[in-house]
Protein backbone atom coordinates (compact mmCIF):
# COMPACT_ATOMS: atom_id res chain seq x y z
CA UNK A 1 0.00 0.00 0.00
CA UNK A 2 1.04 3.29 -1.15
CA UNK A 3 1.06 6.45 1.42
CA UNK A 4 -0.13 10.07 -0.01
CA UNK A 5 3.43 11.08 -0.87
CA UNK A 6 4.10 7.87 -3.06
CA UNK A 7 0.59 8.01 -4.51
CA UNK A 8 1.53 11.65 -5.46
CA UNK A 9 4.66 10.55 -7.33
CA UNK A 10 3.06 7.71 -8.93
CA UNK A 11 0.79 10.36 -10.03
CA UNK A 12 3.42 12.72 -11.32
CA UNK A 13 5.06 10.02 -13.29
CA UNK A 14 2.49 9.25 -15.37
CA UNK A 15 1.87 12.84 -16.59
CA UNK A 16 3.19 11.59 -20.06
CA UNK A 17 1.51 8.77 -20.45
CA UNK A 18 -1.61 11.05 -19.20
CA UNK A 19 -0.27 13.40 -21.89
CA UNK A 20 -0.44 11.03 -24.71
CA UNK A 21 -4.00 9.98 -23.77
CA UNK A 22 -5.13 13.08 -23.84
CA UNK A 23 -3.52 14.36 -27.43
CA UNK A 24 -5.07 10.88 -28.88
CA UNK A 25 -8.87 11.73 -26.95
CA UNK A 26 -8.73 15.54 -28.60
CA UNK A 27 -7.49 13.92 -31.83
CA UNK A 28 -10.51 11.54 -31.74
CA UNK A 29 -12.86 14.51 -31.55
CA UNK A 30 -11.49 16.45 -34.17
CA UNK A 31 -10.09 19.37 -31.36
CA UNK A 32 -8.73 22.36 -32.73
CA UNK A 33 -5.80 22.18 -30.31
CA UNK A 34 -3.84 19.63 -32.03
CA UNK A 35 -4.45 20.78 -35.16
CA UNK A 36 -1.18 22.84 -34.82
CA UNK A 37 2.19 21.98 -33.28
CA UNK A 38 2.52 25.26 -31.63
CA UNK A 39 -1.05 25.27 -30.16
CA UNK A 40 -0.64 22.00 -28.95
CA UNK A 41 2.71 22.39 -27.00
CA UNK A 42 0.79 25.12 -25.76
CA UNK A 43 -2.26 23.12 -24.53
CA UNK A 44 0.09 20.30 -23.48
CA UNK A 45 2.14 22.65 -20.94
CA UNK A 46 -1.34 23.71 -19.91
CA UNK A 47 -2.10 20.06 -18.66
CA UNK A 48 0.52 19.18 -17.04
CA UNK A 49 0.77 22.16 -15.02
CA UNK A 50 -3.00 20.90 -14.30
CA UNK A 51 -2.04 17.43 -13.59
CA UNK A 52 1.31 18.39 -11.40
CA UNK A 53 -0.88 20.60 -9.53
CA UNK A 54 -3.16 17.61 -9.08
CA UNK A 55 -0.10 15.21 -7.44
CA UNK A 56 0.97 18.49 -5.23
CA UNK A 57 -2.34 18.53 -3.79
CA UNK A 58 -2.68 14.74 -3.49
CA UNK A 59 0.60 14.91 -1.75
CA UNK A 60 0.29 17.59 0.98
CA UNK A 61 -3.46 18.32 0.74
CA UNK A 62 -3.26 22.09 0.32
CA UNK A 63 -4.65 23.65 -2.40
CA UNK A 64 -2.04 23.71 -5.92
CA UNK A 65 -0.73 26.46 -6.87
CA UNK A 66 1.41 26.92 -9.98
CA UNK A 67 3.65 29.88 -9.68
CA UNK A 68 3.10 32.10 -13.26
CA UNK A 69 -0.11 30.03 -14.25
CA UNK A 70 -2.44 32.94 -14.61
CA UNK A 71 -0.13 35.05 -16.34
CA UNK A 72 0.86 32.41 -18.68
CA UNK A 73 -3.18 31.53 -19.05
CA UNK A 74 -3.99 35.40 -19.88
CA UNK A 75 -1.75 35.45 -22.82
CA UNK A 76 -3.02 31.95 -23.81
CA UNK A 77 -6.47 33.13 -23.86
CA UNK A 78 -5.42 35.98 -26.51
CA UNK A 79 -3.54 33.60 -28.18
CA UNK A 80 -6.38 32.01 -28.63
CA UNK A 81 -8.17 34.67 -30.71
CA UNK A 82 -5.22 35.27 -32.70
CA UNK A 83 -5.04 31.47 -33.66
CA UNK A 84 -8.86 31.59 -33.88
CA UNK A 85 -9.59 28.88 -31.55
CA UNK A 86 -13.00 29.02 -29.93
CA UNK A 87 -12.70 29.52 -26.36
CA UNK A 88 -15.10 26.91 -26.25
CA UNK A 89 -12.94 24.49 -27.05
CA UNK A 90 -10.68 25.44 -24.08
CA UNK A 91 -13.81 24.25 -21.83
CA UNK A 92 -14.29 21.00 -23.67
CA UNK A 93 -10.67 20.01 -23.12
CA UNK A 94 -10.43 20.28 -19.67
CA UNK A 95 -13.89 17.32 -19.32
CA UNK A 96 -11.47 15.79 -22.04
CA UNK A 97 -8.26 16.13 -19.91
CA UNK A 98 -9.79 14.56 -17.27
CA UNK A 99 -11.63 11.28 -18.68
CA UNK A 100 -7.78 11.11 -19.80
CA UNK A 101 -6.85 10.81 -15.83
CA UNK A 102 -9.26 8.66 -15.00
CA UNK A 103 -7.19 5.41 -15.71
CA UNK A 104 -3.97 6.41 -13.76
CA UNK A 105 -5.78 8.38 -10.82
CA UNK A 106 -7.81 5.37 -10.44
CA UNK A 107 -4.75 2.82 -10.62
CA UNK A 108 -2.91 5.08 -7.70
CA UNK A 109 -6.05 5.73 -5.72
CA UNK A 110 -6.47 1.85 -5.77
CA UNK A 111 -2.83 1.44 -3.97
CA UNK A 112 -3.77 3.82 -1.10
CA UNK A 113 -4.28 2.77 2.00
CA UNK A 114 -7.94 1.70 2.75
CA UNK A 115 -9.14 4.17 5.04
CA UNK A 116 -7.40 6.73 3.07
CA UNK A 117 -8.82 5.98 -0.73
CA UNK A 118 -12.63 7.80 -0.66
CA UNK A 119 -10.36 11.09 0.83
CA UNK A 120 -7.44 10.48 -1.90
CA UNK A 121 -9.91 10.42 -4.80
CA UNK A 122 -12.09 13.47 -3.30
CA UNK A 123 -8.61 15.71 -3.11
CA UNK A 124 -7.54 14.89 -6.77
CA UNK A 125 -10.83 15.49 -8.24
CA UNK A 126 -11.35 19.26 -6.27
CA UNK A 127 -7.62 19.62 -6.96
CA UNK A 128 -8.74 19.33 -10.62
CA UNK A 129 -11.48 21.22 -10.44
CA UNK A 130 -9.73 24.08 -8.61
CA UNK A 131 -6.25 24.18 -11.57
CA UNK A 132 -9.01 24.15 -14.19
CA UNK A 133 -11.15 26.44 -13.21
CA UNK A 134 -8.80 29.17 -12.57
CA UNK A 135 -7.10 28.29 -15.88
CA UNK A 136 -10.47 28.89 -17.74
CA UNK A 137 -11.59 31.62 -15.80
CA UNK A 138 -8.33 33.62 -17.02
CA UNK A 139 -7.87 32.45 -20.41
CA UNK A 140 -11.90 33.43 -21.28
CA UNK A 141 -11.25 36.60 -19.56
CA UNK A 142 -7.83 37.32 -21.84
CA UNK A 143 -10.07 35.95 -25.17
CA UNK A 144 -13.05 38.28 -24.41
CA UNK A 145 -10.20 41.22 -23.60
CA UNK A 146 -8.13 40.42 -26.83
CA UNK A 147 -11.29 40.26 -29.10
CA UNK A 148 -12.23 44.17 -28.60
CA UNK A 149 -9.82 46.42 -31.12
CA UNK A 150 -7.08 47.80 -29.53
CA UNK A 151 -8.03 51.20 -31.53
CA UNK A 152 -11.63 51.02 -29.54
CA UNK A 153 -10.01 51.44 -26.06
CA UNK A 154 -8.45 54.17 -27.42
CA UNK A 155 -10.06 55.68 -30.24
CA UNK A 156 -8.10 58.79 -30.86
CA UNK A 157 -4.99 57.24 -31.73
CA UNK A 158 -4.03 57.75 -35.20
CA UNK A 159 -2.95 55.22 -37.76
CA UNK A 160 1.29 55.25 -38.41
CA UNK A 161 1.48 55.79 -42.11
CA UNK A 162 4.11 55.55 -44.33
CA UNK A 163 4.89 57.94 -47.26
CA UNK A 164 2.34 57.89 -49.59
CA UNK A 165 -0.01 57.61 -47.24
CA UNK A 166 -0.07 53.96 -46.66
CA UNK A 167 -0.72 52.86 -43.12
CA UNK A 168 2.01 50.61 -41.92
CA UNK A 169 1.63 47.22 -40.85
CA UNK A 170 1.83 46.86 -37.05
CA UNK A 171 5.16 45.33 -37.01
CA UNK A 172 6.59 47.71 -38.90
CA UNK A 173 6.47 50.00 -36.13
CA UNK A 174 8.78 48.01 -33.73
CA UNK A 175 12.60 47.57 -33.55
CA UNK A 176 13.51 43.99 -34.29
CA UNK A 177 14.53 43.29 -30.70
CA UNK A 178 10.96 44.62 -30.13
CA UNK A 179 9.46 42.51 -32.39
CA UNK A 180 11.56 39.16 -30.85
CA UNK A 181 9.95 40.02 -27.87
CA UNK A 182 6.57 40.16 -28.56
CA UNK A 183 6.79 37.01 -30.93
CA UNK A 184 8.13 35.11 -27.43
CA UNK A 185 5.45 36.89 -25.69
CA UNK A 186 3.04 35.47 -28.09
CA UNK A 187 4.25 32.24 -27.45
CA UNK A 188 3.79 32.47 -23.80
CA UNK A 189 6.64 33.14 -22.34
CA UNK A 190 7.13 35.35 -19.25
CA UNK A 191 9.46 37.99 -18.59
CA UNK A 192 11.95 35.81 -16.53
CA UNK A 193 11.95 33.06 -19.56
CA UNK A 194 12.37 36.20 -22.25
CA UNK A 195 15.20 37.44 -20.71
CA UNK A 196 17.17 33.70 -20.15
CA UNK A 197 16.25 33.26 -24.15
CA UNK A 198 17.99 36.45 -24.93
CA UNK A 199 20.12 37.12 -21.94
CA UNK A 200 19.37 40.48 -21.44
CA UNK A 201 17.72 41.49 -17.74
CA UNK A 202 14.25 41.47 -16.79
CA UNK A 203 14.56 45.18 -17.02
CA UNK A 204 15.30 45.02 -20.22
CA UNK A 205 12.23 43.16 -21.37
CA UNK A 206 10.39 45.45 -19.56
CA UNK A 207 11.72 48.41 -21.37
CA UNK A 208 11.16 47.12 -24.89
CA UNK A 209 7.64 45.64 -24.27
CA UNK A 210 7.05 49.16 -22.98
CA UNK A 211 8.46 50.98 -25.91
CA UNK A 212 6.51 48.70 -28.19
CA UNK A 213 3.07 49.05 -26.33
CA UNK A 214 3.70 52.94 -26.86
CA UNK A 215 4.61 52.42 -30.67
CA UNK A 216 1.64 50.25 -30.89
CA UNK A 217 -0.51 52.72 -28.89
CA UNK A 218 -1.33 49.66 -26.27
CA UNK A 219 -1.40 49.41 -22.64
CA UNK A 220 -1.21 45.73 -22.39
CA UNK A 221 0.71 42.08 -23.81
CA UNK A 222 -2.63 41.24 -24.69
CA UNK A 223 -3.51 44.29 -26.63
CA UNK A 224 0.27 44.33 -27.90
CA UNK A 225 -0.43 40.52 -29.43
CA UNK A 226 -3.87 41.62 -30.85
CA UNK A 227 -2.53 44.29 -32.45
CA UNK A 228 1.05 43.24 -33.98
CA UNK A 229 -0.23 39.94 -35.26
CA UNK A 230 -3.69 40.64 -36.10
CA UNK A 231 -3.81 37.96 -39.16
CA UNK A 232 -2.00 35.51 -38.02
CA UNK A 233 -3.74 31.73 -36.95
Request: aromatic share 4%.
Amino acid sequence: MLGREAAAQQLRAAIPEITEEYRAALARIGSPLVSRDDIWRQCRHQAQGIVAECAQALEDGKRPESPGAAEYTRLLGAHRVVQQVPVSESVRAADVLWQAMQTVVTKVVDQVEPEQRVAAAQTVSTAFRVAAGYRLYQGIRAYEEAQRPAAAAEPDRAPAVVPGGVEAPALGLLTLREREILEAVRAGLTNRLISRRFDISEATVKRHLHNAYRKLGVSSRVQAINSAFPEQG
